[in-house]
């Protein structure tokens, strides 16, 4: 009989795990949208991330404010990991970004007919953010245009940062570690 028990239950462990892996009951975050931000919620820590920030294209719309909190979680970062694989990038979506792919200037090969569009976004960032996950200084999002064209969008930032924040200050539009005064590469400047 104790054979017979300890297949099964180690059958029963294996199918439990799978079930919470595959299944997302097991995650220990929860997801937020709110004005164009996409938010990562971490309970017990109290902390959460932004993941990314939908731009609707409208060219009036073009600052980012970055919360200090939602929904009582202080925002401490900006992209990062959630759940399992590699950080994701803090991101702004460029309209119609469920067509678009991510192509970095190394191997920029444009499809044509094409447009580039460079586009200004002024972000800025609140006290509590003390992390950046980000790596777009050449990145282009192209989009898949109805007509077969195809544009490409190339990101700038000009930054402001709390002046309360521990981690990072801004100067001409520019972000810097407040510890070393070394500029924050993780955006592109003009």
């Not at 009951?25 to 164009?36: A, L, S, T």
């Not at 777009?136 to 402001?160: E, F, K, L, M, Q």
Request: net charge negative; hydrophobic share 30%; glycine share 8%.
């Amino acid at each position: 009989m104790n054979r017979l028990l300890k297949p099964t239950f180690m059958a029963v462990i294996l199918m439990l795990f799978s079930i919470i892996t595959f299944s997302g009951c097991g995650r220990i975050y929860k997801c937020c949208e709110r004005d164009g931000f996409r938010f990562t919620l971490f309970p017990g820590s109290g902390k959460a991330i932004v993941d990314c920030w939908e731009w609707d294209g409208n060219k009036d719309n073009m600052e980012i404010t970055i919360p200090d909190t939602c929904d009582g979680y202080q925002i401490v970062q900006l992209g990062g990991y959630i759940g399992y694989g590699p950080p994701g990038d803090f991101q702004i979506y460029m309209p119609h970004t469920w067509r678009a792919h991510i192509i970095t200037s190394e191997r920029l090969e444009m499809e044509e007919p094409y447009e580039i569009v460079e586009l200004d976004f002024k972000v800025n960032i609140g006290k509590n953010v003390t992390k950046i996950e980000q790596e777009i200084p050449t990145r282009y999002s192209r989009c898949d245009n109805a007509d077969g064209s195809y544009t490409y969008y190339r990101v700038y930032a000009y930054v402001n940062c709390s002046e309360e924040n521990p981690a990072f200050y801004s100067e001409d539009g520019r972000l810097y570690h407040r510890d070393t005064g070394e500029l924050v590469n993780k955006f592109l400047y003009r």
